[in-house]
Each structure stands twice: as structure tokens, then as C-alpha cells.
């Protein structure tokens, strides 16, 4: 077991660019999520999806953040256009529908200047 | 809503100390309870969980914590820290197992 794969680990980036992070789940879990950490705001959740369905967008900052989930082996979170403020480390967990831990990649620090 | 609250932003310890992280909880309705912790430059981890039954539950690795309905609090202990344990340890609270709400987490330094 591999593990949440995210990538990448580190990304710097100017402002008003677009950025795409990238998630492989762990095989078999039918949940993912998408949070994101700063010292301000601590851990939020973005976004999660139930069998590849975003369930709730709630936490989604603003229009420039998607997310995307075309199967079960790969999600998206894109940022367009960045700005300063989207800086902090966004992480990516899955989990089972049977199971009640959530299990995170190593997230990837944006750096937007 | 549920929220969480960890008072303790830092908790400074010397090595084969005993330490308390406090985490305390609101909600109106049952909910369950879960310690996460966060190693530098990684992702979290499950410590441990209460789901139901026994109000003390406890991790592999020496830490324990124990579930008080009536002063909603769910704090976590270990009698002897060792200094691998230096990290941040964060209290979530969900209703169902998907939606966690997260403390904003305390760092916990051992020092020789």
C-alpha cells in the first residue's frame, strides 16, 4: 500500500497563474478529501467526494478553486487564477466507507508571490 | 455545528515526563472523537478514536484518551514522553465518520 500519493510536494508560483495539484487515493477507498493548512486558519476542508461525486463544496474559498475527480485513482484541485493569500499546504486523504480513519498524503506547500 | 477547541498552542516537556493535551468539544448531538498527529513536513496520522463503549481508549504507542460526556472534553495523556513524540498533535470531532472538524492543534516539544 503505497499510500496518498500527492505532487507535487513543493510549488512556487507567481501570482495569477494556474495551479493544479494532484491526488492519487489509496486503492480501494471511496472517499476523498481536500483540506487545506495554515498557521491563520489551521486545517480546513475544502472539498470531499464520494465515489468520484463532489458531496460538499462548502468549504471552497472561491470561484477560482475547482476540484475534479474523473475516477477513482485521481483527483484534481485547481487554483485560476492564484493569488498570495492561496499560500499554505493542501493535503489530500482518502478513506473507506467501512472505515473511520482518514489516511493523508504529504500534502504539497503552494507558494504564490 | 461541532467545533473544537485546544487551549494549548505549545506544550513544552522534558523527556520521561507525563503530558496532557487538552481538547475540549461542542455539539448538540452525539458525535465522535479522534486524535490526529502531524510529524514535520508530512501528513496526518489516526492516534486514536472513540467511536462508542469504553470512555478510554488508547494508541499503540503509549498515549491514551478518554472521552468525558458531561464535560465534553476528550484529553489526551502519556505517563513518559520520549522525544520522538515531538510533533503536533490536532483533536477532530465529527457526527458521521467523513466530515471531521479539526482543533487548531498543539505542538508538543520534548526536550532531553
Known amino acids: 500500500d503505497a499510500g496518498v500519493i500527492q505532487s507535487p510536494r513543493h510549488e512556487v508560483t507567481e501570482m495569477g497563474q494556474e495551479v493544479t495539484l494532484r491526488c492519487k487515493p489509496i486503492s480501494g477507498h471511496d472517499y476523498l478529501f481536500w483540506y487545506r493548512q495554515t498557521m491563520m486558519r489551521g486545517l480546513e476542508l475544502l472539498i470531499y467526494?464520494?465515489?468520484?461525486?463532489?458531496?460538499?463544496d462548502s468549504g471552497m474559498p472561491e470561484d477560482r478553486f475547482s476540484a475534479k475527480m474523473p475516477n477513482a485513482s485521481f483527483s484534481t484541485l485547481k487554483i485560476q487564477p492564484s493569488e498570495p493569500r492561496d499560500s499554505a499546504v493542501y493535503f489530500c486523504?482518502?478513506?473507506?466507507?467501512?472505515?473511520?480513519?482518514?489516511?493523508f498524503g504529504n500534502g504539497t506547500r503552494l507558494t504564490v508571490t | 455545528a461541532q467545533s473544537v477547541t485546544q487551549l494549548d498552542s505549545q506544550v513544552p516537556v522534558f523527556e520521561e515526563a507525563p503530558v496532557e493535551l487538552r481538547c475540549n468539544y461542542s455539539?448538540?448531538?452525539?458525535?465522535?472523537l479522534f486524535w490526529y498527529v502531524q510529524y514535520p513536513n508530512q501528513g496526518l496520522q489516526l492516534l486514536l478514536k472513540y467511536l462508542s463503549g469504553s470512555t478510554l481508549v488508547e494508541s499503540i504507542n503509549g498515549f491514551e484518551a478518554e472521552f468525558n460526556k458531561s464535560q465534553t472534553s476528550f484529553h489526551l495523556r502519556k505517563p513518559s514522553v520520549h522525544i520522538s513524540d515531538t510533533a503536533e498533535y490536532f483533536c477532530?470531532?465529527?457526527?458521521?465518520?467523513?466530515?471531521?472538524?479539526f482543533g487548531t492543534g498543539t505542538r508538543l516539544l520534548v526536550s532531553p
Open positions: 486523504a482518502s478513506s473507506s466507507g467501512r472505515g473511520v480513519s482518514l489516511h
Open positions: 455539539s448538540s448531538v452525539s458525535v465522535y
Open positions: 467526494f464520494n465515489n468520484n461525486v463532489p458531496i460538499d
Open positions: 477532530a470531532v465529527s457526527r458521521g465518520f467523513q466530515k471531521l472538524v
